[in-house]
Structures are given as C-alpha cells and as structure tokens.
C-alpha cells in the first residue's frame, strides 16, 4: 500500500480491538496495519476473558482517511472485532489545553482578606496614584495577549475566531512551556483593522505585551504598525517576525555550512506575503543585498502595475538588478531559495537553475513547496517547516524567548535589533563541532534556546534604549 506523505502523530488514532486469544492473531493485526502504511506505536492490554483479549493500539496515520482504512482492515480480520477507534489529537483538545490556577492559596480567613477584599484595595489606590507600579504588583509583568481574528490560521485560511481558539491556546502553552510567559488567547468577532486596533488598545493595561497571530495579509501590516505606534508595550506579529527570525538564525548556520557569506548572496523569497516581507526584511538587515521576491504573477518588480501598496514598498527594496519573468527566472544562479508559499510554488527544475552549494528553504505546511525528496540530492542544505525533517523551522525557537526578554526588562517596544539578536542568538546555541547540513538549527525541545534568545533580546532593548528596566527580572 502506497501512503502520501508521513504518518504523525497530528493524525494518530487509538483502535480498542477485541483479538482472539491465540498465537499469531496480534501479529494478523500489526501486518495489517503495516500493509496499510502505518506506523505502530504504543499497545495497551484493557482485560483479557477467556478466548478474547481486549488491546489498545494506538496508530500513527497520514490522515483521516489513512486512518478509517486502517480501522477498517483491522476489522476485516478473522475473529477481531473494532470496539472503539479515537483520533488522540481530538481527546487531547477535549475541554481546552490550559487553565487558570492561583500563585498563593486562599485556605483562611485572613488569606482571603488580604488577597481579595479589604486588602486589595491598598494595591488598587497604590496603582492608581502610581500606573507603574501596575509592573509590580499585578500580572502585567508577565504577560502577553495572543490576539486573533482568525482570518488567516494555519495554513487553512478564514475559519473564524471560534475555530482558531484551539492555535491560541496552543501558543499559550508554548509561552508557558517555553519561557514561563502566562500568554491568553484573545479571538476577535472583527475583520475590521480599525475595530481590533480599538479592542487591542483598550485591554492593553492587563499584558505586558501583544503577539498577533493568524491575521491575514496586507490587514496584518497595517494592524502592527497602528499598534506599535499607539501602544508602550512591544507588539509582534509572530507570523511575520517569528518566522523571520528563525529562517534568518537557519541561514546564518547554513552558510557556515558552505562557506559563503551575506553580502556576496543571491536570495530567492517565493511568497511575499506577511512571513516572505518580514523575512525578505531582515536579511536585508543582516547584510545580505541581492533579494528578488516572487508572487503568484511572476518576479515582484517596480515596472508592474498589478501591485498593491505593499507590494510596491516590497519592490522598491528588492530586485536590485531589476530581474523580471518567472520563479524560473529569478532562481538562476541563485545561491539560496526561501519558500512562504504553496505546493508547487518552486518547480523541481528550477533547483537545477541555483548556483553551486544551493541552500532551499521550503516552508509552506504542511505539504512543502517543493518535495523535499525530489531535491534532497541537489542541495546543500535543505530545511523545511515541518517536524519529519531534518531542520525545521519553528517560530517556538523564537516567540518565547523574544518575548521573555522584553518582559524582563519592561521594553517599550521591539525593534529590529532585539529581532537580529534573537537570530544570531538562536543560531549560537548550535556549535561548530556540532553544525551540519542536517542540523543548522536547534531542536525545539533545546531549553537552552529560550535562554539565550531572551538574554540577548534582554541586552538589545538596553542598548536601543526601549527597555524600562536595566536589569531582567525573574
């Protein structure tokens, strides 16, 4: 059986089987789950009778139709009998992902007068006779809205703000997880920019901070900048940022891996929305001076007269040898390919086209922009954005520690300094005795990463002087 793409634990199910009790039956059930592509995983004995016994076996899939032809060729053998069959993914989100949980116990009396009333009206008068101290003396120090309005989650598109509650949540855990951030999930029943400029405003007395997530391009642009103009506290669109930061922080490694440096670089960015504009934008921060964008219509230059207004700022600081044409065109004698896009965005052939010691990035999720498979014999390095390759690029690797740091020290803002020590910071964690064409980036779970991200993004607001703090607080 031929199964497209990799089976994950994304689409991972557990089948209660009832197996009759003789030799070989359990082997009937994994060769059949085999033939049909997938991946064995844990298996759990429910209770034995007789003739029976009752197993849990949990299956990792491709998808939900991956998944019911499993099932239903389990049920096709002799004797077993399909109890149950539940997608993992969907019990874990049952009831939501996070809580709520108090810091100090409310077990008396006086435990209770001095955390709620009478007690807390002194912190109330305080506060009002000094704002600052709101730093001190509430949760604000260590918090941040991730505010949607679900226009643009995933790779899926509109689908509400109902239905990008479950990527909220799962980014506040990721805070939590990752740099003891208390993140919220704040899904907005607006497209408007002006609207969710005004709600965003108005709960901002209670955070520390403001990631913007899954708000769908050119809106985006606009939305983050009214915000980092209106608000003291930093503002950040992880989509657009997050992104840019670890591709960048993949690419420093990667050229050490081949040995070619910034500003010699041809650079490809297909896909010049929101992640392939902040990426395009800060390599050129890092010195890197030749960057051709690519869109669905070809190479984004100053001379066509379909572009938006953000196309046109795009254009103006890209493409300095005024290359117009195809993807094709723009990939000849390229040294490097960033892909933002969608499958098939990047022809397989065009790789043929780069220079020597390519470098292709391709992160469109979760189906790549070109097949990694069908390239990884043409390329230097190669990294994508997902999980079931070598060298993924993951914005885990940098919200966290990003907004750690700028809670630390009370930034204001977050400028492209801190975001260039992020990048340089996440690409240190990986040494040179370590460093390779599979791994120019650190893995997700690498806690040391989060350390040194906000450490150096700690230092960076010092030294632009936005941080209200000269020392990171705990």
Not at 66 to 75: G, W
Not at 326 to 347: C, E, H
Not at 366 to 391: C, M
Request: hydrophobic share 45%.
């Amino acid at each position: 059986m031929v199964v497209n793409g990799h089976p994950s634990a994304s689409y991972s199910i557990t089948i209660r089987l009832d197996i009759p009790q003789h030799p070989g039956a359990f082997a009937s059930v994994a060769t059949a789950i085999g033939n049909e592509g997938g991946i064995l995983g844990a298996i759990d004995l429910v209770r034995t009778a007789a003739n029976v016994v009752t197993r849990d076996v949990t299956v990792s899939c491709t998808d939900e139709d991956h998944a019911a032809r499993i099932s239903a060729a389990c049920a096709a053998l002799p004797g077993v009998v399909v109890r149950s069959v539940s997608d993992r993914t969907f019990r874990l989100h049952l009831g939501g992902k996070i809580s709520v949980a108090p810091k100090v116990p409310i077990k008396t009396r006086d435990d209770l007068s001095m955390a709620y009333t009478p007690g807390v009206g002194r912190i109330c008068l305080a506060i009002a006779e000094d704002p600052a101290k709101a730093w001190t003396l509430t949760i604000k120090r260590n918090t941040v809205a991730v505010v949607t309005d679900g226009t643009a989650v995933l790779g899926l598109g509109d689908l509400g703000p109902a239905a990008a509650m479950p990527v909220m949540e799962g980014k506040a855990m990721l805070f939590k997880e990752f740099a003891d951030v208390d993140a919220w999930p704040i899904c907005l029943d607006t497209k408007n920019p002006d609207e969710i400029v005004r709600i965003v405003k108005a709960i901002a007395p209670g955070f520390g901070g403001i990631n913007l997530e899954d708000i769908s391009a050119p809106r985006c642009f606009e939305i983050e900048a009214r915000l980092r103009e209106e608000l003291d506290i930093p503002v950040f669109h992880d989509d657009q940022h997050g992104t840019a930061i670890v591709v960048l922080a993949a690419l420093v490694n990667a050229l050490r891996v081949v040995g070619k440096s910034p500003d010699g670089l041809r650079v490809v960015v297909v896909g010049v929305g929101a992640a392939g504009t902040a990426c395009t934008n800060i390599i050129l921060a890092h010195g890197v001076r030749d960057v051709v964008g690519v869109d669905e219509h070809g190479i984004v230059h100053a001379g066509r007269d379909d572009l938006d207004a953000a196309r046109r700022t795009y254009a103006a600081l890209t493409n300095p040898r005024g290359l117009t044409g195809s993807v094709r065109d723009a990939l000849r004698g390229a040294d490097v390919v960033i892909g933002l896009s969608v499958p098939g965005a990047i022809p397989e052939d065009g790789i043929d086209l780069m220079a020597a010691n390519r470098i292709v990035f391709t992160l469109a999720n979760p189906v790549p922009d070109v097949s990694p498979e069908a390239i990884a014999s043409k390329v230097a390095v190669l990294a994508t954005g997902r999980s079931d390759y070598p060298n993924q690029i993951n914005n885990v690797l940098a919200f966290p520690g990003v907004f750690r740091g700028a809670l630390d020290v009370r930034a204001s803002t977050i400028t492209e300094s801190m975001k260039l020590a992020a990048a340089v910071a996440i690409a240190g964690v990986i040494g040179a005795d370590e460093l390779g064409p599979e791994y120019i980036v650190p893995s997700v779970f690498n806690r040391r990463v989060s350390e040194a991200v906000a450490e150096a993004v700690a230092k960076a607001a010092v030294e632009a002087g936005v941080a209200r703090r000269g020392d990171p607080v705990a």
